[in-house]
């Protein structure tokens, strides 16, 4: 709808997890790379817990997408809040698409075996693993973690999820135990919200200033640093500006869009929000000092 007003070839603040979006902010590098690191090393278990928004799943997704192949099985299963049988039988098509015999754990145990034997490795990453309800699960994965080739480690577990997976964590000691890395993930900095905004800009095909310098402050402040918030708000000042007029994105305008998205106002003022949508006419005409604008070439 916005796209050829602002010259883009895609919308630029989408919530997608391919890894043509990805944006290497440094908070995010150094998540992933330890990660990463966990994976390759056999280390066993990785857990990432942050808040919601603030990019666990992309970058969950995105260590799935760096090992698949290259002698790797890999398997991603989102949100899994199923009884115990049908975790299992989720993750096993997940991994190969096969069914198997026997209950759900078996036929995925002989799998992993299988591939074990083969001289391959598996990597199952476990996303919003918070909202898992049977705590038995976390010992089945346990023992799948005791299984071996020559004295090699078969299986890397990763996973995700918000505050509450730590407790969960703890609950189960003996899984707890086997957890090697640990990333807490936060929130970007308003200099990586600017970076953020600028490379998700010119992935889009943007080429020219499209938020002012306060503009990107104040995304910064009103979305908290996280990044589902910056989507969401980029993507509704977009759209007001569009049907606005406006060339160029002031802080009034994201102040409106952050009103309209209920996100909280405490840290910047937004005093014209009635002048952009009390008459439902446009404002006069902004044109930013060019030092003053985000550029995308």
């Given at each position: 709808?916005?796209?050829?007003?602002?010259?883009?070839?895609?919308?630029?603040?989408?919530?997608?997890?391919?890894?043509?979006?990805?944006?290497?902010?440094?908070?995010?590098?150094?998540?992933?790379?330890?990660?990463?690191?966990?994976?390759?090393?056999?280390?066993?278990?990785?857990?990432?817990?942050?808040?919601?928004?603030?990019?666990?799943?992309?970058?969950?997704?995105?260590?799935?997408?760096?090992?698949?192949?290259?002698?790797?099985?890999?398997?991603?299963?989102?949100?899994p809040s199923g009884p115990r049988d049908e975790f299992f039988g989720l993750l096993l098509r997940e991994l190969d698409g096969r069914r198997g015999d026997g209950s759900p754990l078996e036929a995925l145990t002989a799998?992993?075996?299988?591939?074990?034997?083969?001289?391959?490795?598996?990597?199952?990453?476990?996303?919003?693993?918070?909202?898992?309800?049977?705590?038995?699960?976390?010992?089945?994965?346990?023992?799948?973690?005791?299984?071996?080739?020559?004295?090699?480690?078969?299986?890397?577990?990763?996973?995700?999820?918000?505050?509450?997976?730590?407790?969960?964590?703890?609950?189960?000691?003996?899984?707890?135990?086997?957890?090697?890395?640990?990333?807490?993930?936060?929130?970007?900095?308003?200099?990586?919200?600017?970076?953020?905004?600028?490379?998700?800009?010119?992935?889009?095909?943007?080429?020219?200033?499209?938020?002012?310098?306060?503009?990107?402050?104040?995304?910064?402040?009103?979305?908290?640093?996280?990044?589902?918030?910056?989507?969401?708000?980029?993507?509704?000042?977009?759209?007001?500006?569009?049907?606005?007029?406006?060339?160029?994105?002031?802080?009034?305008?994201?102040?409106?869009?952050?009103?309209?998205?209920?996100?909280?106002?405490?840290?910047?003022?937004?005093?014209?929000?009635?002048?952009?949508?009390?008459?439902?006419?446009?404002?006069?005409?902004?044109?930013?000092?060019?030092?003053?604008?985000?550029?995308?070439?």
């Amino acid at each position: 709808m916005y796209r050829e007003f602002w010259g883009m070839a895609a919308r630029p603040f989408t919530a997608s997890h391919s890894p043509d979006w990805f944006v290497p902010v440094a908070s995010a590098m150094l998540a992933l790379t330890k990660i990463r690191y966990a994976i390759a090393a056999d280390a066993g278990v990785c857990a990432v817990v942050g808040a919601a928004g603030v990019g666990k799943s992309e970058l969950t997704r995105l260590a799935v997408n760096d090992f698949a192949g290259n002698g790797w099985a890999t398997a991603y299963l989102g949100n899994p809040s199923g009884p115990r049988d049908e975790f299992f039988g989720l993750l096993l098509r997940e991994l190969d698409g096969r069914r198997g015999d026997g209950s759900p754990l078996e036929a995925l145990t002989a799998r992993v075996a299988e591939i074990a034997a083969a001289g391959g490795k598996i990597l199952l990453a476990l996303d919003d693993l918070h909202n898992l309800t049977d705590a038995a699960i976390l010992d089945d994965l346990r023992m799948l973690l005791n299984l071996e080739h020559r004295g090699q480690a078969a299986i890397s577990l990763l996973l995700s999820g918000q505050a509450p997976l730590w407790g969960k964590l703890a609950a189960a000691s003996e899984f707890d135990a086997r957890v090697a890395m640990r990333v807490n993930l936060l929130p970007f900095s308003e200099a990586e919200c600017e970076t953020y905004m600028l490379q998700r800009l010119k992935k889009s095909g943007c080429r020219r200033g499209v938020f002012s310098k306060k503009a990107a402050q104040t995304v910064a402040q009103a979305s908290g640093g996280y990044a589902g918030n910056i989507n969401r708000l980029c993507e509704l000042s977009l759209v007001t500006a569009f049907a606005l007029g406006q060339e160029k994105i002031r802080p009034e305008i994201v102040g409106a869009a952050a009103r309209d998205l209920a996100m909280p106002e405490d840290a910047y003022q937004m005093r014209v929000y009635d002048e952009v949508w009390g008459n439902y006419a446009a404002p006069e005409k902004f044109t930013a000092p060019e030092e003053d604008i985000l550029a995308t070439v």
